[in-house]
């Protein structure tokens, strides 16, 4: 699988925006770029993928670099809510025997919020 | 979105029991996944379970430790067998969801004394 590495942690204030940092130099022109985040004593949540272009969704934007070997998960207002880990994660979706579906996780980034 | 529930939430065992956790979802899927988180530590995958078939076990997790059931497209259960105290983990089941998104159970919280 192809790797991604991400700071071990990052601060931010609240209602200031949040740009999360991943390099992914080994991506494959298959790979989606997909984001996830575990808020304390919770399963992981989906929060954003993306392939070549910038994506945004209600929860965040995900802006890709033009060769695709690294990515940024921005998050436009903090709140302390958004305090968790946030995985980036490499998946390809035509990989066979369900590897399509498995997502390997990294040691994400640490977002602490302060108020 | 789909709705996870994992049971039991949280557990205390003795070492050398075997505690069997149930993932029910609210529709059919056809995989479902089941991770392992140690404390302070990432994700990793222990198996796939497909209806049907028996599971796929990652590299490091074997049958005899983790034995799987899959008896329906909404159902799965994870057995961790004899236990010790290095299982000590959270156990979290996932579904993937219109191709990109997966969803993951709220997680069992498992302690061996």
């Known amino acids: 699988d192809a790797k991604t590495t991400q700071p071990n942690s990052m601060e931010s204030n609240e209602e200031e925006p949040v740009h999360l940092p991943c390099n992914h130099s080994t991506i494959s022109g298959t790979d989606y770029i997909h984001w996830y985040r575990q808020l304390p004593s919770q399963g992981p949540e989906y929060v954003i993928h993306?392939?070549?272009?910038?994506v945004n969704n209600r929860m965040a934007s995900l802006a890709i670099a033009e060769d695709r070997k690294s990515s940024t998960l921005i998050l436009h207002r903090a709140t302390l809510r958004d305090a968790a880990v946030y995985y980036c994660i490499l998946r390809d979706p035509w990989g066979s025997g369900g590897s399509n579906y498995k997502l390997t996780f990294g040691k994400g980034t640490l977002l602490t919020v302060n108020p | 979105s789909a709705v996870i529930s994992q049971k039991p939430s949280r557990d205390i065992c003795q070492r050398g029991t075997s505690l069997t956790i149930q993932c029910q979802v609210d529709?059919?899927?056809?995989?479902m996944f089941w991770y392992r988180q140690q404390p302070g530590q990432s994700l990793t995958l222990i198996a796939t379970?497909?209806?049907?078939?028996?599971?796929?076990?990652e590299s490091g997790f074997v049958i005899d430790k983790f034995p799987i059931s899959r008896p329906n497209l909404t159902f799965s259960t994870l057995t961790v067998s004899n236990m010790s105290p290095e299982d000590s983990s959270i156990y979290l089941c996932?579904?993937?969801?219109?191709?990109?998104?997966?969803?993951f159970g709220q997680g069992t919280r498992l302690t061996v004394v």
């Open positions: 529709s059919q899927v056809t995989m």
């Open positions: 379970a497909n209806q049907g078939s028996e599971a796929t076990y």
């Open positions: 996932s579904v993937p969801r219109r191709g990109a998104e997966a969803f």
């Open positions: 993306g392939l070549t272009s910038n």
